[in-house]
């Protein structure tokens, strides 16, 4: 069993900054794929970052240039450093951790919540 725990969320103007965490139980960085998504009222959730072990980085068009994914191995954490932040980029955020090799677990965090206001 894996346990997230996300931090880091809050309220900012646009224009600023947040870094969220992500604590994982036990080292899961491989062979899992590390993400983070988010979901706006009224909204489907969406992938906003990825981060395989191997240390391969994807990212949301959206948030291209904005957000950065990044681990600490030592730590068991994930972070999404997200700047530039805009009206739009307020959702729940989650962490998910993907298992890429069987069984394919998959585990969520219980969401932290990031307002940008205009």
């Known amino acids: 069993q894996v346990h997230l725990v996300e931090s880091g969320g809050g309220l900012v103007q646009a224009g600023g900054s947040l870094r969220l965490s992500c604590a994982a139980s036990?080292?899961?960085?491989?062979?899992?794929?590390m993400g983070w998504y988010r979901q706006a009222p009224g909204k489907q959730r969406e992938v906003v970052a990825t981060l395989t072990g191997g240390g391969r980085t994807d990212y949301a068009v959206s948030v291209k240039g904005r957000f950065t994914i990044s681990r600490d191995n030592a730590e068991n954490t994930v972070y999404l450093q997200m700047n530039s932040l805009k009206p739009e980029d307020t959702a729940v955020y989650y962490c998910n951790a993907l298992r890429t090799t069987y069984p394919h677990y998959n585990y969520w965090g219980q969401g932290t919540q990031v307002t940008v206001s205009s």
């Open positions: 036990g080292n899961i960085f491989d062979p899992y794929v």
